[in-house]
T-cell receptor
């Protein structure tokens, strides 16, 4: 079974509008972390935002926010005020296990290609 | 620079050749990860080092893949007798934290794009 599911292979958004990229996850571990990375055409993975499973509030980083719905096991990324430079692949990832068990490797989804239209 | 670096950035190999891919993590980082990213897919975990110890190699796809980090800093991923299905981007990531420490820092290098003809 897929541990990370990103159901949107591609998304379009108009410049300056907000967009939500979907991510659902599957784990039985009570302690985990959820990540979003941006991968432009240059290939580098750029860390955007992190949410710990015990965090009470949704994570925010500038124009990025993570809509964390634990009961639904979803961790959607919201990008506000889209910019042309936001066009890239976006990957949701999970690290299972907290203190006492985690080595830290990430499990990635297949990604969503976001295209921002001028 | 202060980031993770990888070399070469691009590598073309003939089927059957051996290749070696290098990763220079951020200085002082304890953990080092290798990932393989096939075209159109997300990265998949290959192997993990804490300092010089290879603690997990469960993601290595075959015994043709070998990784080392002898002095706990630079790491090399070696692929012997390359096959066409080895064509992918190989990403390296490092983290200041070790095993059993929970954190959100994992810094990626630019990757090496391997093409096997």
């Amino acid at each position: 079974a897929q541990k990370i599911t990103q159901t949107q292979p591609g998304m379009f958004v108009q410049e300056k509008e907000a967009v939500t990229l979907d991510c659902t996850y599957d784990t039985s571990d009570p302690s985990y972390g959820l990540f979003w990375y941006k991968q432009p055409s240059s290939g580098e993975m750029i860390f955007l935002i992190y949410q710990g499973s015990y965090d009470q509030q949704n994570a925010t980083e500038g124009r990025y926010s993570l809509n964390f719905q634990k009961a639904r096991k979803s961790a959607n990324l919201v990008i506000s005020a889209s910019q042309l430079g936001d066009s890239a692949m976006y990957f949701c990832a999970m690290r299972e296990g907290g203190n006492g068990g985690s080595q830290g490797n990430l499990i990635f989804g297949k990604g969503t290609k976001l295209s921002v239209k001028p | 620079g202060a980031g993770v670096s990888q070399s070469p950035r691009y590598k073309v190999a003939k089927r059957g050749q051996d290749v070696a891919l290098r990763c220079d993590p951020i200085s002082g980082h304890v953990s080092l990860f290798w990932y393989q990213q096939a075209l159109g897919q997300g990265p998949e975990f290959l192997t993990y080092f804490q300092n010089e110890a290879q603690l997990d190699k469960s993601g290595l796809p075959s015994d043709r893949f070998f990784a080392e980090r002898p002095e706990g800093s630079v790491s090399t991923l070696k692929i012997q007798r390359t096959q066409q299905e080895d064509s992918a981007v190989y990403l390296c990531a490092s983290s200041p934290r070790g095993q059993r420490e929970f954190g959100n820092e994992q810094f990626f290098g630019p990757g090496t794009r391997l093409t096997v003809l």
